[in-house]
């Protein structure tokens, strides 16, 4: 097992770049998920530790070698693909296998490792399979376990569950995160599926456009996010950006104002008239209840025409326009509210929880 470490990275196609400036290091053993939207240049980062990109400029190390002109089939990591690339004339054994043949292993090693990887997978039943018998999930942890087997110093997963139902998914996402505190081996790992991320990784690298945003903790990303494209990519339902106006001791959404703690205001500092993006998650937004907190009081309700309700069992998702403005405010509510679409709603918003945006620039300004 290596660390990987990648210093200015860089890679044009053409005119276009794809990625530029990418620096970060994985240290050995850790499992480290690259996320953002499609076309962000994830894959291209995992294709070019993997050799099958060559960077245009920068330098990329696996443990302490410089890969740069190191082939892909001498970098000793295992890539697991999004189609799961099983061959199809093969046997689970075989593919499992496979990877050990053409490196000349021995005979009586490669049966060892067929049959363990076998049992840690739960495969021991299925080794006489051709690829066409199994269901996706189970060519997914043959295509893993054909990766495991090799026992290489980094596991390279391109979106490896995006082609597998809701269910499956969970399912082969925990088994995923098991596999990995038991075998220990560095993982880099890209998904657009934000849940993928928060869920399995140490660290996450945010990635929007081909440039790094953030690099943190996933918890930490969460609750701290650099900027408007972090705080609405990350979180299910997305946080709700409502654009404002400061004023003297508030902020003017639409038609209504509501309080900005003093707080706030001094660590802002800015002018009244200056327009602000305001951010807040759908959790903290509540029907008709006033907080306990100093920040939230009456003059932090804001008043919604209610557009769509969706009860989803333990809470309901709603979504409320606000009026004056293009907003619709979403907001997970309880289930024992009795809720109608045309509904003209109070919602208290949670003060503590508010986020400030330069809207131009989308930094974040507070907190």
Not at 230 to 237: M, Q, V
Request: net charge neutral; hydrophobic share 40%; charged share 20%.
């Amino acid at each position: 097992m290596a660390n990987v470490r990648l210093e200015d990275i860089k890679r044009r196609f053409n005119n276009v770049t794809a990625i530029e400036d990418i620096t970060f290091e994985v240290p050995d053993g850790e499992f480290w998920v690259l996320v953002g939207p499609s076309g962000c240049g994830k894959s291209t980062i995992l294709r070019t530790i993997a050799g099958l990109e060559t960077a245009t400029s920068g330098k990329l190390y696996i443990g302490d070698t410089l890969m740069n002109d190191i082939p892909a089939r001498q970098r000793d990591v295992a890539m697991v693909f999004q189609n799961y690339a099983l061959y199809p004339h093969m046997t689970v054994a075989e593919n499992i296998a496979f990877g050990l043949q053409m490196r000349q292993v021995d005979r009586k090693i490669i049966r060892e490792r067929v049959e363990t990887v076998a049992r840690s997978l739960s495969l021991e039943n299925l080794l006489d399979r051709k690829p066409k018998q199994l269901s996706g999930g189970q060519q997914q942890r043959v295509a893993l376990g054909r990766a495991i087997a090799r026992q290489p110093q980094v596991f390279l997963l391109d979106e490896p569950l995006s082609n597998l139902d809701a269910q499956l998914r969970d399912d082969t996402r925990a088994e995923l995160k098991q596999l990995h505190a038991q075998l220990g081996v560095t993982t880099v790992y890209v998904t657009h599926d934000q849940v993928e991320a928060m869920t399995l990784a140490d660290k996450i690298v945010v990635l929007n456009r081909g440039k790094i945003q953030q690099i943190g903790a996933p918890q930490e990303v969460y609750a701290h996010p650099a900027n408007q494209m972090i705080a609405t990519f990350l979180g299910n339902p997305p946080m709700n950006i409502m654009p404002a106006i400061y004023t003297n001791q508030g902020f003017q959404i639409g038609e209504q104002h509501i309080f900005c703690p003093t707080e706030i205001q001094q660590k802002l500092n800015l002018a009244p008239g200056k327009p602000v993006d305001l951010g807040i998650r759908p959790e903290c937004i509540y029907v008709n209840e006033l907080l306990s907190s100093q920040n939230n009081t009456r003059d932090s309700l804001l008043t919604t025409h209610l557009k769509v309700v969706e009860p989803l069992g333990r809470e309901i998702l709603i979504k409320g326009n606000v009026p004056g403005t293009s907003v619709l405010l979403n907001a997970q509510v309880s289930p024992n509210v009795n809720l109608r679409v045309g509904d003209r709603l109070s919602l208290q918003l949670d003060l503590d929880c508010l986020f400030v945006f330069e809207p131009t620039t989308g930094d974040r300004l507070y907190p």
